[in-house]
């Protein structure tokens, strides 16, 4: 029943939203279920295509060195961030622990890919979106929602230089 505006006494509802049945587009139920069907059919096509180029185009394992920084530009307790390139570019974090002691991790929380920090007052890495905390030695969760260790990178210190290979257990 539509609105009309010589109704006597209309309820509140029709007198704050005044619109008449001839103003207001009519959508059949063939017509939303076309859209139905061609909104489902998109979303079809795009995951298929998310998980054809995942196949196709897989990321690249890290390969060789890479140069991250002087020893000197990062003191005992530090962290600085860097970046490899690759398929895509990954930030990582480079801490120095202690002299000759030095982690390189991923920067993105494996939770909800929040950037980590390293807190040297704890020793430890906090990712402060939901507190959760690492541990700075070996990357594995100590506290929160994170559900895995964070990736780890070996670093590789030579003529006072630092660099980052991919991580091997067997690599002391």
Partial sequence: MAYEPKEENP???????????????????REFAKFLCLLSGGLALGNGYVVLSSFA??????????????????????MTMFAIQGTREIPYILIHL????????????????????YRDEVKK??????NGWFSADT??????????????????????????????DTVS
Avoid: M
């Fill in 125 to 130: 890495i906090e990712c402060p979106c939901h």
């Fill in 57 to 78: 185009f897989p990321d690249k394992e890290l390969e060789g060195e890479h140069f991250v920084c002087n020893t000197s530009d990062v003191p005992v307790g530090g």
């Fill in 11 to 29: 309820p509140n509802w029709k007198r704050d939203f005044p619109i008449r049945q001839d103003e207001a587009t009519h959508i059949s139920r």
């Fill in 139 to 168: 990357g594995e969760v100590l506290q929160g929602p994170p559900p895995r260790s964070l990736p780890q990178l070996s670093v590789v210190v030579r003529d006072e230089k630092v660099y980052v290979t991919a991580f091997n």
């Fill in 98 to 117: 202690s002299e000759g002691e030095w982690r390189a991790f991923e920067q993105k929380c494996t939770h909800l890919s929040c950037a980590v920090v």
